[in-house]
């Protein structure tokens, strides 16, 4: 198990245009985070999910954002209409006791 | 609302110094992690404290959990140039029992051989 995998690694979208992030958790892990980093900055909570059920959404704007966790495949944060301010590195982590956390290398999403 | 504050945000030293950085709250934590994150990459675990007053030692890398629980700090003896990198500490937000950490600004560390 390589631990999480995230893809793409970067992400460049046009203002306008979706962007939907993958993240596949380590084997046998069922709780997934989503984090948001701003350059020189910690990381901010987005959600948490558990296998087909969002469990925490308090982080998530409430518009254009969105994340599921499917029964089969990975976990998706989609982000539809991007703005600049989407601009950031997102970071998926999973764990299996929510706690002990393994952090993927996350996904740099530019938009121009 | 549960913060976190890190200090120094930004801190330069010559290989072989000392250093400590800290992580302060007016909220109790249940537990507090610490990452180390290199650039382009997700943060790695370096530690947990769940205890009020434990110390956990890694090598040349002491943590100390305030006895309230409140804060914390990472002590590093004789810095080397491996050490670069952006620390951050995390708490678990205590409020949500679903295991959601709220992450100080992070300190980038330049260690300079």
């Known amino acids: 198990n390589a631990g999480v995998m995230q893809n793409p690694r970067h992400l460049v979208r046009r203002r306008g245009q979706e962007a939907r992030l993958r993240c596949s958790p380590m084997k046998g892990h069922s709780h997934v985070y989503w984090y948001r980093q701003l350059p020189e900055e910690g990381l901010k909570f987005m959600v948490y999910l558990q296998k087909e059920n969002i469990i925490d959404e308090s982080g998530m704007p409430k518009e254009r954002f969105s994340a599921e966790f499917p029964k089969e495949g990975p976990s998706i944060l989609r982000i539809q209409q991007v703005v600049r301010g989407d601009s950031a590195a997102y970071f998926c982590?999973?764990?299996?006791?929510?706690?002990?956390?393994?952090f993927g290398s996350g996904t740099r999403l530019t938009v121009v | 609302t549960q913060l976190l504050e890190q200090s120094p945000q930004f801190l330069s030293i010559q290989e072989g110094e000392n250093l400590t950085v800290y992580c302060n709250s007016s909220?109790?934590?249940?537990?507090l992690q610490w990452y180390r994150q290199e650039p382009g990459e997700g943060p790695v675990l370096l530690v947990t404290?769940?205890?009020?007053?434990e110390v956990k030692k890694l090598k040349r890398l002491t943590f100390q959990f305030g006895d309230a629980r409140k804060d914390s700090s990472l002590h590093i003896t004789a810095a080397q140039p491996g050490d670069t990198g952006l620390y951050l500490c995390?708490?678990?937000?205590?409020?949500?029992?679903?295991?959601?950490?709220?992450f100080g600004q992070g300190t980038t560390l330049q260690v300079k051989p």
């Open positions: 909220s109790v934590f249940s537990s």
């Open positions: 404290v769940v205890t009020g007053g």
């Open positions: 995390a708490g678990l937000d205590g409020s949500s029992n679903t295991g959601k950490l709220i």
């Open positions: 982590a999973s764990s299996q006791l929510r706690d002990g956390y393994t």
